[in-house]
Structure formats: C-alpha cells, structure tokens
C-alpha cells in the first residue's frame, strides 16, 4: 500500500495517539529483560515519530516502511532534530538483509495491514533472522473485538480549518477484517482552495491463539500477552493485544 498524500497529514491525523505509551512499554520491556543493546529496528515506522524520540534518547535506529513518501516525511523530522536515522524502504513480510538488532518493535497495529496469514507468518520468520540472540521482539495488533464492534459499520468525520475527513468503515472480505474508506479536504495554501483525496486502507486480525502458533513456529519464547497498555490479560473487551517475545 502507498500511503501517497496521506503521508504528509498522517502526523495531523495522529496527534492524539498515545505515543509516550508505546515508548513507556518499550523501556519497560528492555529494563524487564535485562537487554543493554541499542540497536533497535522500528518496522513499519511511517513518519518516524516513534523512532526519532528513540533516537533522541541515544539508540541507533534503523526505521524502516513499505512508503517512500512515509520515509520522506521521517528524513525531514530526523535532520530538523538534528538526528541520523538509518532508514529503508522495505515490505515487512520480505525484509531482508539489514543486520541484526536488540530490539526489533511493530507498533500503533501495522501488523494488521498484511493480508493473509501467511504474510504474518512470513514477517515473524524475517524478524526473528534479523535479531540478535535474545533479542526482543514487541509488537501490538486489534483485537477482534475492536475489529468488529468499534470498527465495523462505523463512520468518523472531524472538520479543521486545514483538513477534514469522512472515515468510513465497514467488514472486510476476510473473518475479523475491515476496510477503511478516507475521504480527505486539504486547503491548499498557495491557491486558498481545498483539494479532495481518498484512501482505502484494509486491515485484518486474527485469534490471540493463532499469533503465539504462529510465532513458536518462528522459533520466539512469547515473554508476555498483554492488552490495552496494561499488564492485564486480554479479555473480550480489550481492544488492544501487546506481546512481547524473545528470540531463543
């Protein structure tokens, strides 16, 4: 998928996002585990914004997304920081030779962008090369329960002076997907005009069970299974899985 425009309003569109969390989960897991590495890979960065508040806090990182355009926005932020971002243009579910990492982490649920099991199965596989030994692997996905009761069916609209958008979602094709319809207004501030754009963004999910299969299958201890920020369980409400994995 090629983010295209969108790339440059995703920081906008983004900037309730609980990002201190992820990063909270992130130090957490390292002191919990005792990892002193600091090579981290950030898979499926976007614009950058998690990899650069990492970078500024002394770990090399090496962001990596499927979007040029993304990458672009996240050079632009790295030299504006005064920061050096190793950064990669690359399918998760064929990543291929960039090193080995301490800590290899996929959040803000961009693993459920892959289409089949077999892409999650195949990205798990190529991370797991591309740790080191004990390296950590974290990553969060939706659950089912958000994919069909706060997804489906449901429309989200927001209006600024600058952007504004109609976000349509509706069941995907797939058991436990949906597909995102966006429809985007964007002032122009050269002509003082709005230019209208769309996207489709599909997402998909699967059954916690299916994840740790598939992920003993590539070889990793699952560490932790966790939901929504916490070190709760998930339930049938939980909205957000995070597991935490280690490679043997």
């Known amino acids: 998928m090629n983010y295209g425009e969108f790339a440059y309003i995703y920081d906008f569109l983004m900037r309730d996002v609980p990002y201190d969390k ?7 897991k390292l002191k919990k585990y005792d990892v002193h590495g600091k090579k981290v890979m950030d898979l499926a960065c976007g614009t950058g914004e998690l990899s650069v508040r990492l970078a500024k806090t002394g770990f090399q990182v090496t962001g990596v ?3 040029d ?11 504006k920081e005064g920061l050096h971002l190793n ?3 690359q399918n998760m579910c064929e990543l291929e030779e960039l090193g080995l990492y301490d800590v290899i982490l996929v959040f803000c649920d961009s693993l459920n962008y892959l289409s089949s099991p077999k892409e999650v199965q195949e990205t798990f596989k190529r991370i797991y090369s591309h740790l080191n030994e004990k390296g950590l692997f974290l990553f969060d996905v939706h659950t089912i329960y958000k994919m069909e009761q706060i997804f489906s ?3 989200f609209t927001e209006i600024e002076d600058g952007v504004s958008y109609i976000w349509n979602s509706f069941e995907g094709e797939h058991p436990y997907s949906v597909e ?12 003082d005009q709005y230019t209208r754009f769309d996207e489709l963004h599909k997402q ?9 299969s598939w992920l003993e299958m590539a070889g990793f201890e699952i560490l932790e ?9 998930p339930n049938d409400t939980s909205e957000r899985i995070f597991f935490v994995c280690r490679k043997k």
Do not use: G, I
Not at 71 to 78: D, G, H, I, Q, T
Not at 226 to 233: E, H, P, V, Y
């Open 22 to 28: 992820w990063l909270e989960f992130f130090f957490e």
């Open 69 to 79: 355009d993304m990458l672009m926005v996240a050079s632009e932020k790295a030299s």
């Open 225 to 233: 299974v966790t939901a929504d920020f916490s070190t709760l369980k």
């Open 65 to 67: 997304d499927l979007s």
């Open 180 to 191: 995102h319809e966006l429809t985007f207004f964007v002032l122009d501030d050269h002509t």
């Open 153 to 155: 069916n449901q429309t």
């Open 87 to 89: 950064l990669f243009q």
């Open 204 to 212: 998909r999910t699967y059954k916690e069970t299916d994840y740790t």
